[in-house]
């Protein structure tokens, strides 16, 4: 999640001459444009910091020279990355006459990544990697375990404090990065223990036989031991990936299909698993990257199981009484798979630059999954006979839907009139500009009618909890009234000509989408439903970062005049020391906000809705893979995870008291 900021400067124009031309030399460019180099400078952006200095270590890992990373979190919110890899060389570089340490941790684009003899595929990018978080980093800290000696180096916002020295002798080997993200550069420099352990669980079945640890030294118990600590190892890889992810759900087959080979010279690894589930999770990735917007390895693998599944399905004779044409998503409903391709020279597209462009890697991962599904089907006729039963009946329910599909954006989305009933739109028609709040229930949309800028927050009141999305068949949503009113409110449509159906957003008529519910349990809960639908069946609308959850206060802290907001217990407890001195306590009224129609317009506008004092915390997707297992199991019908995920993550037992 990252907090919304706004604000305009407006400066004079200066004379544009050579001396507006600036060279950045060295890291500097790094600091001077962060976003670049790591996405941004919220929480995404600070956790990417850990991951590629993981990422060298993983690299020592593909190469064959390390089986144990351990990552620490550490008191001051300082990491420490340890692997027992070979060792970043120290011995002085030829061309830059300085430690070959140095060179990796000061100069861009400078490591062995670059080398293809040293690492024939690499989980970087761009090879800036451990150099850009040097830069980003108030301090680093590399020492260096090789050939028998500790080689250690300090430096200070990407600059070495002095050379590199030799301070001892030891037996192990590896490199040890200690570093402290820099307070200049992001907005918040504290780690969240969730999600570094989901990366590096990821990696841990991307990367089989390698053991990746972590521990949070911030809160210990009463032993002094961590709090927070995992090892993630897998033995099997992908299949234990599949399993993982699917752990909520009822399993078509006993076991994941499972393949891992080598097509013309590219490694392809693939697992996949069918479920009762209505929906298809894909997950896809080169060279440990996660490339969630897809790309050739995807391509070729949606072209093989759907020519390969039809093939053997109209040989069986399994197709003859279907009276309409069977299409590729019908054969990849209720279908979790990991496919994972390492690519010497990965060329990446899209927006985020996680789109594979590479054309041979669709050729290499076709012909895998061909011969892989077919000795598969011809092996095991039971499995095969199920799983052309779950396509029929996928074929069947996407023929119903798209009957209902099409009646909404009929009457929405295609023709642009049509507008939901409660909607209250805004009189603005820029998208960049304009936003909509989906607002639980009619009370609470009255006050947000009234308390809201008509000129660009529009209010589509939503009736008590929407459709629970994660067991219901997809013409059964196209049904749901408050759906169909989200779908022809925000424009949008899936485009049935285009393979896997894309969500069409040239029409999507707000660029701000707020889930605006109650400071409860219940609003908790409709929110995660909400989240749920948007997550299966508008993921590009939380992709491209149109999707937030608004922060309506817990509390209202009053004495006389005097009024504070509080948006957790620690804010209320301090507000009331701040109005009232020891044992005065009792002078100060606390009010319990239950629910948003509990305050009148212009306090629900001031707290919540005006966007110079909001806070809208914007919805991301770290890990796919983790957020697909999570709301299955959330919003699925398996209990005891739900309660034990509920337990461990809970944070106030009293929220409704």
Known sequence: MSTETIGNTVTKPTEYSADSIQILEGLEAIRKRPAMYIGDI??????????????????????????????????????????????????????????????????????????????????????????????????????????????????????????????????????????????????????????????????????????????????????????????????????????????????????????????????????????????????????????????????????????????????????????????????????????????????????????????????????????????????????????????????????????????????????????????????????ERCEIFLVEGDSAGGTAKQGRDRNFQAILPLRGKILNVEKAMEHKIYENEEIRNIFTALGVYRDDKQEGRPLVLDKLRYHKIVIMTDADVDGSHITTLILTFFFRHMKELIEEGYIYVATPPLFLVKKGKDEIYCWNDDQRIAAIKQLAPEGKESTVAVQRYKGLGEMNAEQLWNTTMKPDSRTLRQVTIDSAAEADRIFSMLMGDDVPPRREFIEKNARYANIDA
């Open 42 to 431: 919220g929480i995404k952006g600070l956790h990417h910091l850990v991951y590629e200095v993981v990422d060298n270590s993983i690299d020592e890992a593909l190469a064959g020279y390390c089986k144990n990373i351990d990552v620490v979190i550490q008191k001051d919110n300082s990491i420490t990355v340890k692997d027992d890899g070979r060792g970043i060389p120290t011995d002085i570089h030829p061309k830059e006459k300085k430690s070959a340490l140095e060179v990796v941790m000061t100069v861009l684009h400078a490591g062995g990544k670059f080398d293809k003899d040293t690492y024939k595929v690499s989980g970087g990018l761009h090879g800036v990697g451990v150099s850009c978080v040097n830069a980003l980093s108030s301090y680093l800290k590399a020492e260096v375990h090789r050939n028998g000696k500790i080689y250690v180096q300090e430096y200070e916002r990407g600059k070495p404090r002095s050379e590199v020295k030799e301070i001892g002798t030891t037996s192990d080997r590896g490199t040890i990065v200690t570093f402290k993200p820099d307070e200049i550069i992001f907005s918040s420099t504290i780690y969240n223990y969730d999600i570094l352990a989901a990366r590096l669980r990821e990696l841990s079945f991307l990367n089989k036989g390698i053991r990746l640890t972590i521990k949070d030294l911030r809160e210990l118990d009463e032993n002094e031991n961590p709090a927070k600590q995992d090892s993630f190892y897998s033995e099997l890889g992908l299949r234990e990936f599949v399993k993982y992810i699917d752990s909520n759900r009822e399993k078509l087959i006993p076991e994941p299909i499972y393949m891992e080979t080598e097509k013309t010279g590219i490694p392809v690894e693939i697992a996949m698993q069918y479920n009762t589930s209505f929906a298809e999770n894909i997950h896809s990735y080169v060279n440990n990257i996660n490339t969630h917007e897809g790309g050739t390895h995807l391509a070729g693998f949606r072209r093989a199981l759907t020519r390969t599944l039809k093939s053997y399905a109209e040989k069986a004779g399994f197709l003859a009484k279907l009276k309409f044409e069977i299409d590729g998503d019908d054969f990849r409903e209720g279908l979790t798979a990991v496919i994972s391709v390492k690519v010497a020279e990965p060329q990446f597209e899209g927006q985020t630059k996680t789109k594979l462009g590479n054309s041979e890697v669709m050729g290499s991962v076709d012909q895998a999954v061909g011969d892989m599904l077919n000795n598969y089907l011809e092996e095991n006729p039971k499995e095969a006979k199920t799983i052309v039963n779950k396509v029929i009946l996928a074929a069947t329910a996407r023929h119903a839907a798209r009957k209902a599909r099409e009646l909404v954006q009929r009457k929405g989305a295609l023709s642009g009139t049509g507008l939901p009933g409660k909607l209250a739109d805004c009189s603005e028609r820029d998208p």
